[in-house]
């Protein structure tokens, strides 16, 4: 099974650089929207392109995917609310258990009927132990997955979540408010988390400004994903993705 994309980011965890994805809601953008935003994110040399949403209702997953592939080369990693948002044009694939939460079928109930599909896929196949933490407002997530999100002060909840994820043997760790959360993840939940394990951390979730993305990653953060906030004003992608890179790396 292909790993070009987990190894690149096991390469740069250990050096600490850290790596800015924008996530592409198919809902939300049309072909010239896409063309726009790709172009912006080649400009700010965003990293990755995430594709995904809770709930995707329109039915142009690989429409939008080959549009960003023609447009750019920044790798497209699929980001599933439900198990039909898979298409063989990505990249890769958050491979998504829900850990935070006690619905078997998003543990892992989904993965066993989706898993023939997915193989099939030939994509590249990333483990990841997905937590939803309290961010202020029920979120699309929360109401979809009926599963109740670790609470926002509990870090010894998250961190044991964690641990126990990569224990597992699951490759990523994904630490999410949820899509415009009213509150981001803070910092010391993320740092807690970040000091036991080893296996790369995304964080997601309420990022409004680059000075929040560049403290997630400051506290451990290794993958910061930003979507709506870059919806609403797209200049943002250049400044939140310099000051994810603006994180000085180890020599
Ligand atoms: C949601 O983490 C992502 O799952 C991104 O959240 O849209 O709030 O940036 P935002």
Redesign the pocket.
């Known amino acids: 099974m292909k790993q070009t994309i987990y190894l690149s980011l096991l390469e740069n965890k250990k050096v600490q650089q850290k790596s800015f994805a924008v ?1 592409v809601d198919p809902d939300k953008v049309n072909a010239q929207k896409i063309d726009g935003l790709t172009q912006l994110a080649v400009n700010a040399k965003v990293d990755y392109l ?1 594709v995904g949403g ?1 709930l995707v209702i329109s039915n142009h997953l690989d429409e939008v995917v080959q549009r960003i592939k023609k447009n750019c080369t920044i790798p497209v990693i699929l ?1 599933p609310g439900t198990p039909s948002q898979v298409s063989k044009y990505a990249d890769a694939l958050l491979y998504l258990s829900l850990i935070s939460g006690r619905n078997p079928e998003l543990l892992i109930g989904q993965h066993v009927i989706s898993a023939p599909f997915v193989k099939k896929s030939g994509l590249e196949i990333m483990s990841t132990g997905y937590m939803v933490i309290d961010g202020g407002a029920p979120t699309t ?1 929360s109401y979809i997955s009926n599963a109740t999100p670790i609470p926002s002060d509990k870090n010894e909840i998250a961190l044991c979540t964690a641990m126990a994820a990569e224990m597992l043997g699951m490759k990523l760790i ?1 630490m ?6 009213k509150r981001a993840i803070n910092e010391e939940m993320i740092n807690a988390v970040a000091k036991q394990i080893e296996i790369p951390i995304l964080v ?4 409004k400004d680059p000075e929040k993305a560049y403290r997630n990653c400051k506290a451990g953060a290794d993958l910061i ?7 609403k004003d797209e200049s943002l992608i250049k400044e939140m993705s310099d000051a994810v890179h603006s994180v000085p790396i180890i020599h």
């Open positions: 996530l995430l809770s980001f997530v994904y999410d408010a949820g899509s415009g959360a997601g979730g309420g990022i994903v930003v979507g709506n906030a870059i919806e």
